[in-house]
């Protein structure tokens, strides 16, 4: 996969520049200091992955991460953490924190590895086929899958598609994460940001801005969280 960095710092681009070197199957093709300078130069090449900051004169990385192609994809890398629900929003891929560490860097360009392979197969005419009880049926990669709706972790909206996480496999489609959502039973599942829909019973724990479910962070939306917590979790707590 091929990838850039953008970042307004010497020093942070050298340094992501060294974590690419240490990362298998990352061709680093370009290096920039701002959105303005990579405008050209995506103009004229196909761009797989950006590594793109957010605080940065002129044109930050979420406003940048607003205009560029569906099929790039992009990890925030920041000092800053509280941009992180800002970044989901407009489909990153993954956040990572300043100074990134290697098996962090690493795990999101597994996870931008994963989802490449999957949007490069036909779902042009994916969508859901039936939904019973306890499970429905949802076209993907040329195949239909039953999804139980017990062993769906979570689902995620990047671009123009979800991606159902379950505990033994992941399936995308094309489809707005609205419409699979208000198929849904909400006694069971949870809308807490833009682009992600949660089953409760999965979750491990949570913090004022994070759902835990295993080892995935999910951040909760500010406009999402007064609910979430008042049905679902406030409601829930064991009293002394």
Same mark, same amino acid.
């Given at each position: 996969m091929n990838c850039i960095i953008i970042d307004d710092e010497p020093l942070a681009r050298e340094a992501i520049e060294m974590l690419v070197n240490q990362t298998d199957d990352l061709d680093l093709i370009g290096s920039f200091n701002s959105p303005e300078t990579v405008t050209d130069f995506m103009k004229s090449n196909t761009v797989e992955l950006i590594f793109l900051d957010i605080q940065m004169p002129g044109i930050n990385g979420i406003e940048f991460a607003r205009s560029i192609p569906k099929e790039t994809f992009v990890i925030f890398t920041t000092a800053y953490s509280e941009f992180a629900t800002d970044s989901y929003e407009v489909d990153a891929i993954d956040y990572l924190i300043k100074p990134v560490k290697l098996a962090r860097f690493q795990k999101a360009v597994?996870?931008?590895?994963? +989802?490449?392979?999957?949007?490069?197969?036909?779902?042009?005419?994916?969508?859901?086929?039936?939904?019973?009880?306890?499970?429905? %049926?949802?076209?993907?990669? #040329? #195949?239909?899958?039953?999804?139980?709706?017990?062993?769906?972790? %979570?689902?995620?909206?990047?671009?123009? +598609?979800?991606?159902?996480?379950?505990e033994n496999q992941k399936v995308i489609t094309a489809m707005n994460i609205k419409t699979i959502y208000d198929q849904l039973p909400k006694d069971m599942f949870v809308r807490v940001s833009k682009s992600y829909v949660i089953n409760v019973r999965h979750i491990g724990s949570v913090d004022n801005n994070t759902v835990y479910i295993g080892t995935n962070e999910i951040p909760i939306g500010s406009i999402y969280r007064d609910l979430f917590f008042s049905e679902f979790v406030t409601k829930k707590i064991v009293g002394r």
């Open positions: 597994e996870k931008a590895h994963t +989802y490449s392979k999957l949007f490069k197969a036909d779902y042009a005419h994916n969508n859901i086929e039936q939904v019973a009880d306890d499970f429905f %049926f949802v076209k993907a990669d #040329r #195949r239909i899958f039953k999804v139980y709706f017990n062993n769906l972790l %979570f689902i995620q909206g990047l671009k123009d +598609y979800v991606v159902m996480h379950s």
